[in-house]
């Protein structure tokens, strides 16, 4: 195992110290239990946003923290859940009396943990709602899951439902359009390589040299079908299909289209995969308007990628354009 680490025991501290020193402008960084806030959290007169997860996705989550997104991100161990702790400390920082949203993606840890946070902090008073992402076409339940996992469309929703908060959404408005985000959103990822979690020191999963993994999960879990390597066009064509006849999208749909990259993909070929995703999508009569490049959602080192479409309407396009500064998020 080759990283730049200095014990796998201190990858999540050292990671968010590195945070904490790079973003103070934007951040501060809780520890014991650890979690991320934004720097000027808790913002007055507005419907607080809370999520998390395992670490080795960065930037999600704690790169998504900041004005027009996350209030505050609950990092767990690596592809480990955080715990309920993390979440209800998280919760009650960011509170200011008009309601937590917990959007949550649908792994069993995350939604187990989160709902007991939840509870935790209507004991103490706090309006709490959750809305739970699960819009992986790939399969339907995995060694993380009851029910499709949750990828690509968390980050868009995070995006759009930050917005909604800023410009004064109720907590009851701000569930009901993350579920509509959700709903709409359809992902499917592949992977070239395998990952190294750095406690377990070995890979994953092992793929030969000429082999691919079609529908792989962001932890490495397995997908819908092991199977030779084949050109950047052909693999497109196989996450698209999924994604176009899931929803199902119509003709003179307007979308957003998310290529995202899982960690160990250069960003020259994220753009050979758009290339193709959109003349796919303009195929199938759909109108890529918005668009999203790069790796936002990662598994640690992994080569690989993954699509999500989202279905647009007036108030998601003005939602997603409205102003974001985050880390890893900014326009």
């Avoid at 959404?169 to 750095?198: D, Q």
Wanted: some cysteine; aromatic content about 4%.
């Amino acid at each position: 195992m080759k990283k730049l680490i200095n014990s796998p025991e201190n990858v999540v501290l050292d990671a968010l110290k590195g945070m904490e020193a790079a973003h103070a402008d934007l951040l501060k960084v809780h520890y014991e239990p650890n979690f991320i806030a934004r720097a000027d959290a808790p913002v007055k007169n507005k419907v607080a946003l809370v999520s998390g997860g395992g670490s080795g996705h960065e930037p999600m989550h704690g790169g998504f923290v900041g004005k027009g997104m996350l209030d505050a991100a609950c990092p767990g161990a690596v592809f480990t859940s955080p715990t309920p702790d993390q979440m209800q400390a998280a919760t009650q920082a960011v509170n200011v009396g008009k309601g937590v949203l917990h959007i949550v993606k649908n792994y069993t840890g995350d939604v187990m943990n989160f709902e007991m946070a939840a509870d935790l902090c209507r004991a103490d008073g706090i309006e709490v709602e959750s809305a739970v992402i699960d819009d992986d076409v790939a399969v339907k339940d995995s060694t993380w899951t009851a029910g499709r996992r949750g990828v690509g469309t968390t980050v868009l929703a995070e995006k759009i439902c930050g917005a909604a908060c800023e410009a004064g959404a109720t907590l009851i408005e701000v569930r009901e359009l993350c579920r509509k985000v959700n709903a709409r959103g359809r992902s499917m990822g592949m992977a070239l390589t395998s990952c190294t979690v750095p406690h377990a020191g070995k890979p994953t999963f092992s793929l030969g040299e000429d082999e691919m993994e079609m529908g792989v999960g962001i932890h490495g879990e397995p997908g819908r079908e092991r199977m030779k390597l084949k050109p950047a066009d052909e693999i497109v064509t196989m996450l698209m299909e999924p994604i176009i006849s899931d929803l199902p999208y119509r003709s003179g749909d307007e979308v957003l289209m998310l290529v995202n990259g899982m960690g160990g993909t250069p960003l020259i070929e994220l753009y050979i995969i758009y290339r193709k995703a959109a003349e796919l999508a303009k195929a199938a009569g759909l109108n890529v308007t918005r668009r999203l490049i790069g790796p936002y959602i990662t598994s640690l080192e992994m080569a690989g990628a993954s699509i999500t479409l989202l279905k647009l309407d007036d108030q998601f396009t003005k939602l997603w354009d409205a102003p974001v500064h985050t880390p890893a998020l900014r326009w």
